[in-house]
Structure formats: structure tokens, C-alpha cells
């Protein structure tokens, strides 16, 4: 079994950032990729980046290359999200997943065998 504690979210302006925190506990290391999604009000839940554990692959939704950057300490079971030039459209619940799989630089929910209970995420313009 593995639990996953995410923090860091709050409220922020445009063009601020925020760094997000998920705390993984169990066995994590070695058997997943872990990954950031995101719900916006009124929309799906989306993909937005994955890391190996090695820290050395990393992948990004389209809309948030090169403003994010997701990393992993493996000595601390923590995986982050830093987010820059936040835009209002970034505003969402981030999710923290473990998954299983990878496809075409992208995750799928189907994929994600374990969540965190989500942190806000409230960009201001």
C-alpha cells in the first residue's frame, strides 16, 4: 500500500509560483512513476507531469512546459512541482499519483494505482 500527502498549494498572482510537495510513504521507490494531475473547476482531471524515482526521466503536459518543473528525492520520499509564470488557467485541485505506466510521454488515470487527496491551487489575474 502506498499513501501520498501533497501540500504547498495556496493562493498566488499571476505570474507567481508555487511549489507543491508530495510525501510518499510505503513502497514507492523503484515500483512507480509518480506524477502531478490537476482538476479545474468544471473540467476532467488532466495529466500534468511524471518523474522516475531516478529523477532522470521526466515528462510534461503540453500546457505547462517550461513554466514547470517536477523533480523526485529519493532520500526523502518526496516528489515536487515547481510552478512558475503561474497563469490563471492553472487554477485546480493538484492531485499526486503513483502509476504504473507510461505511454507516449504521458500518463493515464487508468494508469495511476494511487492518489493523494489533492491540494488547491488559486492563481489570481
Known amino acids: 500500500q502506498v499513501q501520498l500527502a501533497e501540500s504547498g498549494g495556496g493562493l498566488v498572482q499571476a505570474g507567481g509560483s508555487l511549489r507543491l510537495s508530495c510525501v510518499a510513504s510505503g513502497r514507492t521507490s523503484g515500483h512507480y512513476l509518480m506524477g502531478w494531475f490537476r482538476q479545474a473547476p468544471g473540467k476532467e482531471r488532466e495529466f500534468v507531469a511524471v518523474?522516475?524515482?531516478?529523477?532522470?526521466?521526466?515528462y510534461y503536459a503540453d500546457s505547462v512546459k517550461g513554466r514547470f518543473t517536477i523533480s523526485a528525492d529519493n532520500a526523502k520520499n518526496t516528489v515536487y512541482l515547481q510552478m512558475n509564470s503561474l497563469k490563471f488557467e492553472d487554477t485546480a485541485i493538484y492531485y499526486c499519483?503513483?502509476?504504473?505506466?507510461?505511454?507516449?510521454?504521458?500518463?493515464?488515470?487508468?494508469?495511476?494505482?494511487?492518489w493523494g487527496q489533492g491540494t488547491q491551487v488559486t492563481v489570481s489575474s
Open positions: 499519483a503513483a502509476a504504473s505506466r507510461l505511454i507516449g510521454g504521458s500518463v493515464g488515470e487508468a494508469d495511476v494505482n494511487f
Open positions: 518523474v522516475g524515482w531516478s529523477g532522470t526521466m521526466t
